[in-house]
C-alpha cells in the first residue's frame, strides 16, 4: 500500500505532556499538509511544507505546535504542553508539486487530553 | 470568514434515492480549485472530484456528478441511486490561488448523508 500513513493512530495523553506525531506521505508526492479536524467540522489547515521547506503556517498553530519535514520525506507534528483544546483529529495530506493537485489524506491521528 | 458553506447538515435518504449536496464558496480569485471530498465511518477522507474556475462543464462520473455555477458561486454535488455504502459525510473544499499559492484546502462544514436500505 503506497498511501499515506500516520503515526499513531490514535494518542490519549494528560494535559500538559508533549505529543509527536509521523506522517509518512506518498512517496513521490513533494507537497505534505496538516490539518486539524475537531467534532462536526471541517478540517481547518494547520502548515504546509514543499519538499524539506516549512512554507506556510495557519494562526492556529500556536507556538506550542512544531512541524518539520526534514529530508523532505516524512513529517513530525509536536505539540508540547498539552491542552485540552487539542483533542482533535490530525490529519496529514500530501499531493505532488503544481498548481493545486487533489491532496491524498492518511488515516489521522485522534489525539485526546484528559 | 467563512469561505466555503454547507447549509445541509444532514440529509437522510433511502437506498435509491438520488442525494444533491449543496456548497457556496467565497473567493476574490479568478482562478481557483474546488472539491469534494468523503469521510466515511472509517474516517480517511478521500478524495472524489476536483474541478477548475475556468471549466464549468458540469460532468458525470458513474453516479456522481456535479453543478458548477460561478454566477452563484455555487458547487453542488449529486449522488445517483444512492447506496449504503454512500452514508459517510461530505465536505466542499476551496483551494485558491492568487490569495494563496500553496493549494491549502478550505473546506465546509461537511453535511452528513445517511442512506437506510
Known amino acids: 500500500d503506497t498511501g499515506v500513513s500516520q503515526n499513531p493512530r490514535h494518542k490519549i495523553t494528560k494535559r500538559g505532556q508533549n505529543v509527536t506525531f509521523r506522517c509518512d506521505p506518498i512517496?513521490?508526492?513533494?507537497?505534505l499538509y496538516w490539518y486539524r479536524q475537531t467534532l462536526g467540522q471541517g478540517p481547518e489547515f494547520l502548515t504546509y511544507?514543499?519538499?524539506?521547506?516549512?512554507?506556510?503556517k495557519s494562526r492556529l498553530l500556536s507556538d506550542r505546535f512544531s512541524a518539520e519535514r526534514p529530508k523532505g520525506s516524512f513529517s513530525t507534528l509536536e505539540i508540547q504542553r498539552t491542552e485540552q483544546g487539542d483533542s482533535a483529529m490530525y490529519l496529514c495530506?500530501?499531493?505532488?508539486?503544481?498548481?493545486?493537485?487533489?491532496?491524498?489524506f492518511g488515516p489521522g491521528t485522534r489525539l485526546t487530553v484528559t | 470568514a467563512q469561505k466555503v458553506t454547507q447549509a445541509q447538515t444532514e440529509i437522510s435518504v433511502v437506498e435509491k434515492e438520488d442525494v444533491t449536496l449543496d456548497c457556496v464558496y467565497e473567493?476574490?480569485?479568478?482562478?481557483?480549485?474546488l472539491f469534494w471530498y468523503k469521510q466515511p465511518p472509517s474516517g480517511e477522507l478521500v478524495f472524489l472530484i476536483r474541478?477548475?474556475?475556468?471549466?464549468?462543464q458540469n460532468e458525470i462520473s458513474g453516479r456522481y456528478s456535479w453543478n458548477f455555477q460561478k454566477s452563484t458561486s455555487s458547487f453542488n454535488f449529486t449522488i445517483t441511486a444512492s447506496q449504503v455504502v454512500d452514508s459517510a459525510v461530505y465536505f466542499c473544499?476551496?483551494?485558491?490561488?492568487?490569495?494563496?499559492?500553496?493549494?491549502?484546502?478550505?473546506f465546509g462544514a461537511g453535511t452528513q448523508v445517511v442512506v437506510t436500505p
Open positions: 495530506a500530501s499531493s505532488p508539486s503544481g498548481r493545486n493537485h487533489e491532496q491524498y
Open positions: 512517496s513521490e508526492h513533494n507537497r
Open positions: 511544507f514543499q519538499n524539506e521547506a516549512q512554507l506556510e
Open positions: 473567493t476574490r480569485d479568478t482562478t481557483y480549485y
Open positions: 474541478r477548475n474556475s475556468f471549466d464549468e
Open positions: 473544499a476551496l483551494s485558491e490561488t492568487l490569495t494563496d499559492s500553496w493549494g491549502k484546502l478550505q
